[in-house]
Each structure stands twice: as structure tokens, then as C-alpha cells.
């Protein structure tokens, strides 16, 4: 039995699988999702040992092989049943179909393939794996798309995407085989993890209502957190220094792939996933702890293969052969990652440096020594009078704003102009949209909004500004837990 990767969730979604059932050889036929989902999880090697000859794409065209079985690992969507039909009308392509459902197969697309081609399907099954192993303790619900639906104000399918994200949920917790309580970050302004909560909880529900041995089933001690993005908008701006996050913030790394230029002139590209296990052990490590490892790493390879003085015999050059493969192996990896972190490096001297002491500065609210930044645009000003890309800019206003909870329209406009992103304001003012506070209130020019700050009962309009303005503060000593201030001049 081919034992698939042996890393953490990638192992547990392939020792999971339930679709390598047949006896004999037989063609697998993948959709988009399910091919990023299996290459995830294993190699051709492995699915050649569960008697897996041919791999397909289902959206593409095929010949006819009516001497095979075919397995068809599919979402449930109306794109794959529509597709898998066409395979059996008006004549079939195979000798039978066995179908593997990612998660839940609405009704009306079972009926409408039931009917289509019934007689052709021996097995029709939910398997209960939607979502993507992105690492060992890291899945993805590979949908880039869900951020704009959920956040964007012209969004028209923010509730049916919340709903797939719940459903993909779901079959993550049954393939850990848990049964969580789910906790959400309660936000005043925003009601999206709250919505996600209930979702979650409610198919969860429904799921385990019965297991397989006709019990129901308790909820285990696991907890589920789910958090809105804005709960911490600070992390994803920052310039981070860890060797994986730096690596994929400042190189051009696309889909895990690493491109370089070898020593001797030639490109060469390099994956970076759990195979990689020095990538695995360094990838969360600080740079500077990285740019040291690595080339302690390759003297001690060097000097361990080295052959001790003495004499030379034909059993020592054939041992010396032997281990020269292994040998190659450690040494290209250890290059590549000393390819990759120089090159980090070098962006790092170049610019980044510098960046990294006013983002921290503006993050943290206090400088190296721990002394508040009382003046946090004195700590930005540097940053916006250097010639650093208009990217690098927009994240320093914005950790700016982020420091101060908001900043006025008036500030706001003049940073978006100093930035040059007249044209493109929604880099900074689409924050609000997470729930961020992006411009705030100048209560000194008595503009409070009235959708924040409704009125209850009205004073007399008397006040005209000028004067000193000052917030009162009033706790409350009742123990009700509410706050008060009272504005006054």
C-alpha cells in the first residue's frame, strides 16, 4: 500500500482516500480542484501502486477506452456533472464509472446524473475532502475569489460563498474526525464571523446527526476560532522576517516554484513543499538564523565525505560511489536555500532594513529601547521622503493610520497624494471595509457622524467650536459594564 506524503494533514487527507477500491487497472479522471488536491497529497508513484494506470482531465477531450473502469474525483458543481454526462452520452467511454464527490452532491444534480446515465454508475459516494493541505498544519479552501465576495459592498454572493467556505469547513473537521464547539471574535461593526460560526455549527450538525454505526455523535474537545481579517490587520502588511514569509513576500515565487540562476549561468527552478524537509525545518526561522545554518550545513557535508587518509581500495571507491547520489541530493538542497536566502538578503541590505524599523516602530506603538513613539509621523515622514516603491509607501501609511486607530480626511487626502495613488485610493480607504477605521471623526470640528453617533436627545445648538474642547471620562461604578464620555467645552 503506497503510503502517500507523510506530512502531518497531507497524510491524514491520503490515508483518508476511499476511491482506490478496485481490483483492477483503471483510469482516474480529476477536475481542477481534486488534481491541485491529489498532487498535494502524492505522486504518481503512489497512485501507479493502487493500480492506477491513466490520470484525465475531466474538461478535456478523450478517446474512448471501453475496456476500462473509470473513477471520476469530482467537486459537486453543475460544470463537473455536466462534463461527466457528456462521457456517457451518447455513448459511454468506459466500461463503468465509479464517482467520488469532494463533499455533498446537491439533489438535483444526483437525480439529473441518475437519470442521465444511471445504469452506467456503479458507485456513487461523498467522500467528505474539500478543502486543500497546504503544509503539515496549514489547509487552504483554494478560493481566492472569497475575499472580494465577502467584503466587497457591491458583492451580490457574499452568503452563498460564506456557505461553500461552511461546507468545506465541515469536511475538514470530519476528516480530523472532530466534532468541535465553534467560537467566533465578536466585532460590533462586522457580522461575518458570526454568520461563518453559525453556518459551520449547523452543518456540523447535520453531519454528525448519525455516524456510520447508527449513534449519534458528541461533540469532542476540540475548538473551532474563527476570526474576521480585520481583527488583525497589522501582520499582513508588515515586512516579515521569518525565512518562508520573507521569501514569498520579496522573491518571485509562484506556485511554490523558485527561479534561480545556477553558479554557472543556468536558470534553474527549485520546489518548495514538504518534500523539501530543510525547507521544512527552516522555513519559520528568522533570516539571520538561516543565513548562518546553511553554510555550517554544507562544510559538514563536505567534510564528512571526504575520504580519510590511507589507502585507497576497490571497496572504498565502490562505498564512496554508493553514497555519491545522497551526497548530490544534500548538496543541491543546501545550495538552493543558500541561493534563496542571499537573495533575500540582498533585498533585505537594499531597502528593507530600514522599512522594517519604522514598520515596527509604527506596529508596536514604541521604538528598539521600548520608549513610546509619541509622534508617529515623525517615524513616517523618512519612509514617504525615500525613494522606496509606491507598495512599500502604501504599507507604511497604512501601519500609520492602523497606529492611530484612524487619521482625518484632511491628513488622509494629503497622504494619498504624497503617495501618488490620487487615482487608486481604495488601496487605503477599501481597509474600512474589513471594519478598519480608516478615517475618523474631527470631534474638535464638532463632526460627529451621525450614523455612528446617534441622537438619542439633542442639546442646543450653542456651541459654535471655538473654545477648549475636552472628552470627560465617567466610569461606571454600578458594575453594568458600560463606559461613558461627555463631550464639552
Known sequence: MATGSDHGLKRIVWKSKSIFTLSSSQILILDPFTTK?????????????????????????????????????MTPTAKCVDAFIKDFKPKPKYKAAYVYFTDYCPDELFNKMRQACGKHIRVCKEINISFMPQEAQ???????????????????????TLETLADQLVTLCATLDEYPGIRYKKDGNM???????ELVDRKLATHYQLDDSGKKKEKTQAQLLIVDRGFDPVTPILHELTYQAMAYDLIDIEN????????????????????????????????????????????????????????????????????????????????????????????????????CKAEQDLAVGADVDGLKVKDPMRTLLPVLLNPYSKHDK?????????????????????????????????????????GVPIIITDVVENKLDTKEWPHQSECP???????AVRWVFVSDQAGTGLLFWFLSN
Not at 52 to 72: C, G, Q
Not at 138 to 160: E, H, L, W
Not at 191 to 197: F, Q, V, Y
Request: with cysteine.
Open 256 to 355: 511554490d516554484t523558485y527561479k534561480y540562476k545556477a553558479r554557472d549561468g543556468l536558470e534553474k527552478q527549485a520546489l518548495l513543499n514538504e518534500d523539501d524537509m530543510l525547507w521544512v525545518k527552516l522555513r519559520h526561522q528568522h533570516i539571520a538564523e538561516v543565513s548562518a545554518q546553511i553554510p555550517k550545513m554544507v562544510k559538514e557535508i563536505s567534510a564528512s565525505k571526504k575520504q580519510p587518509d590511507g589507502k585507497i581500495t576497490i571497496s572504498n571507491l565502490a562505498q564512496m560511489m554508493k553514497k555519491m547520489p545522497a551526497f548530490r541530493k544534500q548538496m543541491t538542497e543546501k545550495t538552493i536555500h543558500l541561493q534563496l536566502a542571499e537573495d533575500c538578503m540582498k533585498h533585505f541590505a537594499n531597502n528593507v532594513e530600514k522599512l
Open 37 to 73: 488536491l491529489l498532487s498535494s497529497c502524492c505522486k504518481m508513484s503512489d497512485l501507479m501502486s493502487e493500480k492506477i494506470t491513466i490520470v484525465e482531465d475531466l474538461f478535456k477531450s478523450r478517446e474512448p477506452v471501453l475496456e476500462m473502469k473509470a473513477i471520476y474525483f
Open 461 to 467: 445648538a450653542a456651541w459654535n467650536g471655538s473654545g
Open 138 to 160: 496549514v489547509f487552504t479552501c483554494d478560493n481566492p475569489g472569497a475575499f472580494r465576495s465577502i467584503y466587497s459592498p457591491k458583492s451580490q454572493d457574499k452568503m452563498k
Open 394 to 434: 502604501i504599507r507604511a501609511v497604512l501601519l500609520y493610520i492602523f497606529s492611530l486607530n484612524g487619521t482625518t480626511e484632511e491628513n488622509l487626502n494629503k497622504l494619498i497624494e504624497h503617495v501618488k495613488i490620487e487615482g487608486e485610493p481604495e488601496y487605503i480607504l477599501n481597509w474600512k471595509e474589513l
Open 191 to 197: 457580522e461575518n464571523a458570526k454568520l461563518l460560526a
